[in-house]
């Protein structure tokens, strides 16, 4: 892999001949887990000038109509987490002559603050064809990581590294982007406005839900406008993370009583063997795929796919030797006269690939020019722990690119489209409810990670007679199995609320993902703990979990600063009114600088007396609280879902509902003396 140094630049076509399509990483370390940052991506004409306002994808407008650019958001890394950009080189217009690539923090943040600044470029086989490490943007607030630039018929890439001070409003201005306000201001308005309604917001009357809700999300990429058509003002891009508001009463059902089941275009209740399983669950979802253009191109923008028409088949027969193989099914996408093909191999319930089955389409894509084999199971796949082991001929000139899914990836895509996001139209919508039916029912197979693996039982019953030792290897599965369902975990819970959740690597754990799994492995022998950290966009602080196996004790905590401004008593007051309807057995911990642990208590003890959060003797600063629930773990020893797993899902999700939603919203307004207090 090409290691790139500021000012300098490289043909795409030396590197790879699979660069029709790339992907772009831009990626970063916390050593706190908490810092992050956005991206962004300009086409710009010979002129250094984007053509209009669409030619700048950011967060709120992620996804070009043309498949040119897709931002496909954040994955966790071994060291930090990597924003990831789709570029179909092939698609771009002809009249674009250089795509920036940059970056952006926000509310005051810089790159200084973060470690391991850089970039990565994959050709379509998901081979890494260079990397660029960024330095010396220390003050900086917005980056320009490299551009992909023409020359002639060919691209290339130069590797850039400009900072900038003012932010990303600063950056889209310089490249000709008429922004309509600054992010960091129109943030700090609403937070200060946020403060400013604590004390005195009236909460809605009890009993009667809110009528809306309101989610972070993405608006549809304008369309612009047909000649003829009569022009409105043009809308500026907004840099301000934008808002929808969704309803939250389902609308009202015609059935006749409860007896009643609507009728469903994909029915489940047929299902008896696991391969009738497999069968349904491909031919629902490739069908859905093809016929809902922007779940399609979703699902395989991350695999190097070019935008275009897309075609699907289940039950292909394809000749192998003496025996012809029957992949589960085929993805096909054309463009400009070109065929992009994929063989899907799929499992449900449970049930594990196999590296025979894999090997073979494996074998038969390179053969026939194919570019890529994407398998499809209940499993979540880890960075540098592939979930079948496969030969690459490397002799053979045509790479094929081997892709994961998960049920639980597949499922929250669905969920961020119709949900929060918005697909074409409501065929479409419509189309991707019954999917998402289909893939959530209990007969469907589809229902992601549910198995600790075999070393479960024996680890746990080592950890409760004190015979496990450090260098186990199967404390080392399970350490794998405990990080593939934090993964799914946040997979669900992001689906759920709209928002980018994803498992926290600190920086200074390591950037090897065997070394850094093997600490943990060691750190499990030693006190038989599962930790683990998520970070939900929009939430103060990290929600961490903490499984503890010697006590069958589940904790979920979230550390809530302390304002900078005001008094302890006050402080402690405000978050004892904020969590008014947080569950009464929630524990409170004073956090004191320099001090391992301060005051703390249950919610129902300090409703009455908040002053008792309150120090009696120390003199160190209050740095924040500590918001911990604590619950028993799934009682069952064995591998289903109905025991651990099920257990860590529901104490995550039950958490972030009961505690974590009531540090977003005002605390309730104060009643005056001789009122009863309300609360919201």
């Known amino acids: 892999m090409n ?95 250089r795509v920036v690539v940059a970056a952006s923090r926000y509310n005051g943040a810089r790159f200084g603050e973060l470690e391991d600044v850089h970039l990565t470029l994959a050709d379509g086989a998901g081979d890494d064809l260079l990397r660029f490490p960024v330095a010396d943007v220390d003050s900086m607030s917005a980056i320009i990581f490299g551009e992909l630039y023409r020359r002639g018929e ?27 306000d600054d992010a960091e201001a129109v943030e700090a308005q609403n937070d200060a406005a946020a403060d400013d309604q604590e004390d005195m917001t009236a909460p809605a009357p009890a009993g009667e839900p809110d009528p809306q809700i309101t989610r972070e999300a993405v608006p549809s990429p304008r369309r612009p406008a047909e000649a003829g058509e009569s022009r409105k003002p043009a809308v500026r891009p907004r840099t301000a993370k934008k808002k929808i508001t969704l309803p939250r009463v389902a609308k009202k059902t015609l059935a006749e009583n409860e007896s009643w089941r609507e009728a469903r275009l994909f029915p489940v209740s047929a299902l008896k063997s696991d391969r009738d399983r497999e069968m349904r669950a491909t031919s629902v979802l490739l069908s859905v795929m093809a016929q809902v253009p922007e779940f399609g191109r979703r699902l395989t923008a991350a695999f190097g796919a070019p935008a275009g028409r897309m075609e699907t088949f289940a039950e292909v027969t394809l000749p192998h030797g003496d025996s012809p193989r029957r992949p589960d099914g085929v993805i096909r996408v054309e463009r400009a006269g070109k065929l992009w093909t994929a063989l899907v191999e799929t499992k449900t319930n449970g049930n594990a690939l196999k590296s025979d089955q894999v090997q073979a389409y494996m074998d038969i894509a390179a053969r026939r020019g194919y570019e890529a084999v994407i398998t499809l199971s209940n499993d979540v796949a880890l960075e540098g722990s592939p979930l079948v082991d496969v030969k690459i001929d490397r002799r053979r000139k045509h790479k094929v690119a081997l892709w994961h899914l998960s049920w639980a990836e597949v499922t929250h895509q669905a969920q961020m489209l119709i949900r929060h996001e918005g697909v074409g139209n409501a065929a479409h919508a419509w189309l991707l409810q019954e999917l998402l039916h289909y893939l959530q029912h209990d007969n469907s197979g589809c229902h992601g990670f ?10 746990r019953n080592g950890i409760d007679d004190e015979t496990l030792c450090q260098g186990d290897a199967r404390a080392l599965e399970v350490v794998e199995s405990w990080e593939r369902l934090i993964r799914q975990v946040c997979l669900g819970l992001g689906g ?68 900078e401004q005001g008094y302890p008593l006050s402080w402690a007051k405000r978050l004892v009114r904020r969590l008014a309807d947080a569950p009464a057995d929630l524990h409170i911990e004073t956090l004191l600088e320099g001090e391992t642990g301060g005051p703390r208590g249950t919610l129902e003890r300090l409703r009455p007396e908040p002053a008792d959060l309150l120090p009696k003797d120390s003199t160190n600063r209050i740095t924040g609280f500590r918001l911990t629930l604590i619950k028993s773990m799934g009682s069952g020893r064995g591998n289903a879902e109905t025991g651990f797993i099920r257990s860590v899902d529901d104490a995550v999700h039950r958490f972030h509902k009961s505690v974590v939603t009531h540090l977003d919203r005002p605390a309730p307004r104060r009643a005056p003396s001789g009122e009863a207090a309300t609360t919201n």
């Open 450 to 459: 549910q198995n600790m693996g075999p070393s479960w039982v024996p680890v």
């Open 496 to 563: 759920e609320l709209g928002q980018k959740v994803l498992p926290v690597q600190r920086a200074k754990r390591g950037t090897d993902p065997g070394e850094r799994r093997s600490r943990l492995a060691d750190q499990l022998c030693q006190d038989g703990k599962l930790d683990a950290e998520l970070r939900i966009d929009g939430t103060p602080g990290v929600l961490a979990v903490s499984a503890d196996l010697r006590t069958g004790r589940l904790r979920t905590s979230v550390e809530v600063p302390a304002p």
């Open 154 to 180: 060919e691209w290339k890439f130069r590797a850039v590294g400009q900072g900038y001070e003012a932010g990303l409003a600063g950056l889209a201005t310089d490249f000709g982007v008429d922004i309509e």
């Open 3 to 97: 290691e790139m140094v500021k000012g300098s630049n490289v043909a795409l076509a030396s590197l790879s001949e699979d660069v029709g399509s790339v992907i772009v990483g831009l990626g970063w370390g916390s050593p706190t887990g908490e810092g992050d940052a956005d991206v962004s991506v300009l086409l710009l004409d010979v002129n250094g000038k984007v053509r209009s306002d669409s030619d700048f994808y950011f967060y709120n407008n992620p996804v070009a109509a043309d498949g040119s650019v897709q931002l496909l958001g954040k994955t966790p890394t071994a060291d930090g987490n990597e924003d990831r950009i789709s570029f179909d080189l092939t698609a771009v217009p002809a009249d674009i002559d």
